[in-house]
């Protein structure tokens, strides 16, 4: 396997928040290089989910895919008696 190319990027970080990599790094027996680039990795992963799900939101609300606010209030008004509303569609 080729490995692939790198560069190094420098943060400043609370000490408390370097101490909890340091343990986890102990703990795991990984290096905190390691531990920086699973977390970043991670929040990447997140963060691009994210903007996807906004964008394929806003693709609902372009084409009209929406529930009238009225609607919904009136359902979630409803939850907490003996007979709650269907879930607005």
């Known amino acids: ?11 400043n970080v609370p000490m408390p928040l370097a101490e909890k990599v340091d343990q986890l790094a102990e703990r795991l027996e990984r290096s905190p ?4 680039k699973q977390a970043l990795s991670a929040w990447i992963d997140q963060e691009e989910e994210r903007e996807r799900l906004t964008r394929e939101a ?22 907490t008696t003996d007979q709650p509303l269907p879930a607005p569609r």
């Open 33 to 36: 290089a390691w531990i920086v």
């Open 1 to 11: 396997m080729t490995q692939a190319e790198t560069r190094t990027l420098t943060a």
């Open 58 to 79: 806003l693709a609902d609300v372009d084409a009209g895919h929406v529930i009238d606010h009225q609607a919904v209030r009136a359902w979630a008004d409803s939850l």
